[in-house]
């Protein structure tokens, strides 16, 4: 948390005079003393700020202490000069009124010391920034080079400032500096020629000498000895605590900072240069013929090289300084000077020179730190005047410089004490009258335009006629005499006229700040400040630009044979300027008082500082401000600056601006006596009561700067929300009229899908429709073609020989075909089905068809042969066909036995008487009836037997007796088995088991086997209840004899037993029979 402080906290004596109590001159230097000695070099007189110089440098203008002061109340901290710069600054910035820093005292009492310190502060608190940085930086770096060329060592100062000047520093409204102007006044020019004892010339003599490198002063022409030059004074060269040679460099480097090139500092060193080699010519008398004496230059050298540095032709300024040329009214009179009248020439040119190349300087930084901006300004201007001086021989200068500090002190009484004192009587506020001394006297003493010193210098100036100082000085003992200021051995005012302490040659004024006794020896020409033209012409004639630039009026184009103005013409106009310009802004006083005479620190010369203090009026000041307010303000800025404090005031007053700030003081609870209500003002009493409202204002601010911003934050985070909202329905609606625009193309797309399907589906419709109308008609058409065309062919057939070819194919073909048909008919084989022949086919395309024919002709042909057959013949010939099937290629015996009729019954048994009783035995019909061998098993011969098959037995009988051996059912029957050969053998096989198997099987052996085999099989197939007969042809097969079983094997036989079978016994269990080989 921030701590409050007051100017009251650890107070060293009063820190605010106007709290002194008792309040008498000796507890006021008593106060001033003990601060000063607790190093307290600052009080305040309300808000002037007193200020003593300590003449040693103390640790309160660190960056810490511009931190502290910075934003404060003016009397919250202990008095300090930040402390009013503070002030002012914020005043200029918050407040919109221009500020003037009047900084006023001795000479040496520390004004320079404290305009910086203020311009320092201002730029070390106002805004930052690489452009507002850099013109802070001229601003300050204009002072060192003003400083060097303007500043001189004095008995009182080391660093006396010997030329008036004012800052203005122009802010924006936000308070940063955006350039400003310098204003100098009356440069001390006498100083380059002449110094006092104890004192020097510019500092920039001995700073160039001291510090410039032997090449630039190789090329300056100059010597780094003082000695060797007449215009500086010898016996303070160096001033101790000064490094010229330091200082130098610092001015350099500031020039170059303010924008200095570095031809424009080369010419202002040569021009510095130039002035010393002036002092270095000196004259001798020559005599003429006349009587006269002349001036001649003794050692050419200086001349030649000053002429060299400034590119002016030698004989030029020779003659220029050996004679004068007077011009008047179309007349030119040229006269010789004499060596007196030589070394006044030389001298004002060397003023000339330096006081203008001075001017040009400030003119040159002022084009450098101008704002650039052409926006209204505000400023703030800083009065850094020489202060009051008093020496042991004063003269023009002084007078000058004395007659400034009194129109300060002028306007400083203005405004603090006439000013105020008015002020509450025209307010109608109770008061009682404060005695101060005015000096509106002296000042009138000295610029009255009729009757002051400087309208009577004038005018003695103007005057034709001898004129001298003492003709000037009469005529001021003659018109001053009686004024009460005014003091001179020789006026009429008698009480003067056994004052030895007044010299005959001098007057005295009575300034303000104490008595100061004037030599008039000098105040004409100094006011007159006249260079021969021969000289500015001269100059003029230069082959160097800064010169001519310095001496336009030498331009022989341009004469101008009216006087120039006056010197102290000119600075009284200058002064009045100032001091009009001053009263337009608000005031803040800086009152430097010097603690001694000794330049020394820790001294606190009493006398010395109560004169001071008296003559600056400041107990008058105390009084005032005791007596008085310590604030006042129009009743309409006061209502606006603290309305906000009051609800019933705030935001608006309606009635009279006085209504409302009584409302207002009322409401706030301020005591009734700590202001009153003037006419048109309120005044307010003790600084508290201000400090009081103005830290409810502060506060009342920030509540409503947060207010502010809470609006503000709200209207934004509104106004970015709406937008917000705003954006999202663009977007929205963009994006929408984005997604329709798709589903709307969609859809189309679909719809142009189903269009074009619909239509494609219709036109295909359409298109099948037409296809198929087409098509009808086509077909129509065709028909209709093909139906003309055939009746048209029809009709013209015959007429076609296109068909000629088809008629003469089918012609041939029928043709070939009956004569094919009719040949194989004439060629018909016989009607044999055995007859193989077949008429050769004619043509090879019939080839399938003669094939078939055979086919159809042979069935045809067989059919026609069966068809002849008896029942019996069928059935024979169903025998044979039944034996072809048994038989045919199984049996080698087959073949012989086709041509065989089966005659069935060869032994017409039913005849024969002699098998009477065997047929009748026999009562079934007979199917065969042969006789075969019964081969034996003992020797394999056969023994005949009859054979009668009939469809149910085969019955067995003795060939010789007709007796019946056996009769086995054909159902006992299992199997036949036959050889494969031409033998007549065959087995007939029992079931076993069979009644008949008892005796076993038969071997037996037939010339009709083939017969009689295909019968037995014919009868077993035919009978439904019985199993189809097996017949075997085998070349090795079983026999079942009654005992056992004997295999019978057919081998081929050998051609020598001829062609007769035999069957022999192998052994008991093999018959072999031998077959011949069929042929
Ligand atoms: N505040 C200060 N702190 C330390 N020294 C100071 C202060 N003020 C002045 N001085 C010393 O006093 C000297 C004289 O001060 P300054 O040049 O400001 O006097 P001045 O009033 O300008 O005199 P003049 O009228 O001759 O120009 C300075 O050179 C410096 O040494
Ligand atoms: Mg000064």
Redesign the pocket.
């Known amino acids: 948390m921030e701590v409050k402080t007051s100017l009251l906290d650890n107070m060293i004596g009063v820190g605010d005079m106007v709290l002194l109590e008792p309040l008498t001159e000796d507890s006021f230097l008593e106060n001033l003393k003990k601060r000063f000695d607790h190093n307290e ?1 600052y009080t305040y007189i309300g808000s002037v700020v007193i ?1 003593l ?6 640790p309160i203008y660190t960056p810490d202490k511009v931190e502290e002061y910075r934003n404060r109340n003016f009397y919250e901290l202990s008095p300090h000069i930040y402390a009013l710069a503070d002030e002012a600054y914020r005043s200029l910035r918050d407040q919109d009124k221009d500020q003037c820093i009047l900084i006023t ?10 305009s910086k ?1 203020v311009m320092s502060y201002v730029a070390a608190v106002c805004g930052k920034g690489q452009e507002v940085n850099k013109v802070k930086e001229q601003l300050l770096q204009s002072n060192p080079v003003l400083e060097a060329f303007g ?1 001189a060592k ?1 008995v ?6 010997r030329f008036g000047k004012y800052m203005d520093i122009e802010f924006d409204f936000k308070g940063d500096p955006l350039g400003g102007v310098i204003s100098n006044y009356l440069l001390e020019k006498s100083r380059v020629v002449k110094q006092p004892r104890g004192e020097r010339n510019f500092h920039i003599f001995y700073q160039l000498l001291s510090g410039a490198s032997d090449d630039t002063l190789k090329k300056l022409k100059l010597e780094r000895d003082f000695s060797k030059y007449n215009y500086l004074s010898l016996d303070s060269a160096t001033v101790s605590g000064l490094d010229d040679a330091a200082n130098f460099r610092t001015v350099r480097n500031a020039m170059q900072i303010v924008g200095f090139m570095e031809d424009e500092m080369q010419s202002v060193l040569e021009l510095v240069a130039a002035v010393l080699k002036l002092g270095n010519i000196e004259f001798k008398p020559e005599s003429r013929c006349n009587g006269m004496d002349e001036s001649r230059i003794k050692d050419k050298n200086d001349l030649k090289e000053m002429c060299e540095l400034l590119g002016i032709e030698q004989s030029v300024l020779e003659r220029a300084f050996s004679y004068r040329t007077v011009e008047a009214k179309m007349e030119k009179v040229s006269t010789t000077l004499n060596v007196a009248q030589a070394y006044y020439a030389r001298d004002a040119l060397a003023k000339n020179l330096y006081s203008r190349l001075f001017s040009w300087l400030v003119t040159r930084i002022n084009e450098s730190i101008k704002a650039q901006a052409k926006t209204r300004h505000k400023v703030m201007g800083v009065l ?1 005047i ?2 009051f001086e008093i020496f042991e021989d004063n003269s023009f200068e002084q007078f000058i410089i004395n007659y400034c500090n009194e129109k300060l002190q002028q306007i400083f009484i203005e405004l603090t004490l006439r000013e105020e004192q008015e002020e509450y009587i025209r307010e109608g506020i109770e008061w009682t009258n404060i005695e101060y001394f005015n000096n509106a006297v002296i000042c009138d003493l000295i610029e009255n335009n009729q009757n002051g010193i400087l309208a009577m210098l004038d005018e003695e100036c103007l005057r034709p006629g001898t004129v001298t100082d003492e003709t000037f000085l009469d005529k001021l003992n003659t018109i001053c005499a009686d004024h009460q200021h005014f003091e001179s051995r020789l006026s009429k005012n008698s009480k003067f006229l056994n004052d030895h302490s007044l010299p005959h040659n001098c007057f005295r004024i009575q300034h303000y700040a104490g008595k100061v006794l004037y030599r008039v020896e000098g105040f004409v020409d100094k006011n007159n400040d006249l260079l021969y033209r021969d000289l500015s012409q001269a100059m003029y004639k230069a082959n160097h630009s800064l010169i001519k630039q310095l001496f336009p009026e030498g331009n022989p184009v341009k004469v101008n044979l009216k006087r120039p103005p006056t010197a102290g013409f000119q600075f009284k106009a200058s002064v009045g300027t100032l001091m009009s310009n001053l009263q337009t802004k608000n005031p803040n006083y800086i009152r ?1 008082i010097k603690p001694n005479d000794k ?1 020394a620190s820790h001294i606190f010369n009493e006398s010395l500082v109560c004169h001071q203090a008296r003559y600056l009026g400041l107990m008058e000041n105390v009084r005032v401000r005791r007596a008085g307010y310590a604030f006042r303000q129009a009743y309409e800025p006061c209502l606006e600056r603290y309305k906000m404090l009051c609800k019933n005031t705030w935001p608006h007053w309606k009635g009279p601006a006085r209504q409302g700030v009584e409302v207002l003081m009322t409401n706030l609870q301020v005591p009734a006596e700590e202001y009153s209500y003037g006419r048109s003002k309120i005044f307010i009493r003790n600084p508290r009561t201000l400090f009081f409202l103005e830290e409810k204002r502060k506060q009342c601010l920030e509540d409503l700067a947060t207010l502010i911003q809470k609006i503000y934050r709200g209207w934004k985070c509104r106004s970015h929300f709406l937008l917000l909202k705003k954006s999202q329905i663009v977007v929205a609606s963009w994006y929408r009229r984005y997604a329709q625009q798709k589903k709307y193309q969609k859809i189309k797309h679909s719809t142009t899908v189903v269009q074009s399907y619909t239509r494609g589906w219709q036109a295909r419709k359409l298109l099948r429709e037409l296809k198929y109308q087409k098509k009808c008609e086509e077909a129509v058409t065709t028909i209709a073609a093909f139906w003309h065309g055939t009746q048209v062919r029809r009709e013209y057939r015959k007429f076609f020989r296109a068909n000629a070819g088809k008629k003469i194919y089918n012609f041939t073909i029928q043709r070939i075909m009956q004569k094919y048909f009719l040949g194989l008919k004439s060629k018909l084989p016989s009607m044999s089905p055995i007859d193989k022949t077949w008429p050769a086919r004619p043509y090879s395309f019939l080839d399938g068809v003669h094939a078939e024919l055979r086919r159809i002709f042979h069935l045809w042909r067989c059919k026609k042969y069966r068809s002849q057959f008896t029942e019996e013949k069928k059935a024979v010939y169903e025998e044979k066909l039944e034996a072809s099937e048994l038989f045919k290629d199984k049996k080698a015996l087959y073949p012989s036995s086709v041509r065989q009729p089966f005659k069935g019954d060869y032994l017409e048994i039913s005849k024969n008487p002699k098998y009477q009783k065997l047929s009748s035995a026999v009562d079934e019909k007979i199917l065969l009836a042969d006789v075969v061998n019964k081969i034996n098993r003992a020797n394999g011969k056969g023994s005949p037997r009859l054979f009668l098959l009939t469809k149910k037995n085969v019955v067995l009988a003795d060939q010789k007796t007709g007796q019946l051996k056996a009769n086995v059912p054909l159902t006992d029957l299992a199997s036949v088995s036959t050889s494969s050969q031409t033998d007549g053998f065959f087995a007939l096989k029992l079931k076993e088991g069979s009644a008949s198997a008892i005796k076993g099987d038969f071997l037996l052996s037939s010339d009709h086997l083939i017969e009689m085999i295909t019968k037995l099989h014919r009868i077993s197939s035919m009978a439904a209840d019985r199993e189809k007969l097996n017949i075997d042809i085998l070349d090795e097969f079983l026999v079942q004899f009654k005992q056992d079983k004997v295999c019978v094997k057919f081998i081929q036989g050998s051609p020598k037993n001829g062609n007769s079978v035999s069957c022999k016994r192998k052994n008991n269990r093999l018959l072999e029979v031998s077959v011949p080989a069929s042929s």
Do not use: H
Request: charged content about 25%; some cysteine; glycine content about 12%.
């Open positions: 070099i200020s110089n300590p003449y040693r440098s103390l005292g001795e000479s040496g009492a520390g004004k320079t010391e404290a310190l500043n004095t009182r100062n080391d660093n006396s400032s850094d020489y202060g430097c330049k």
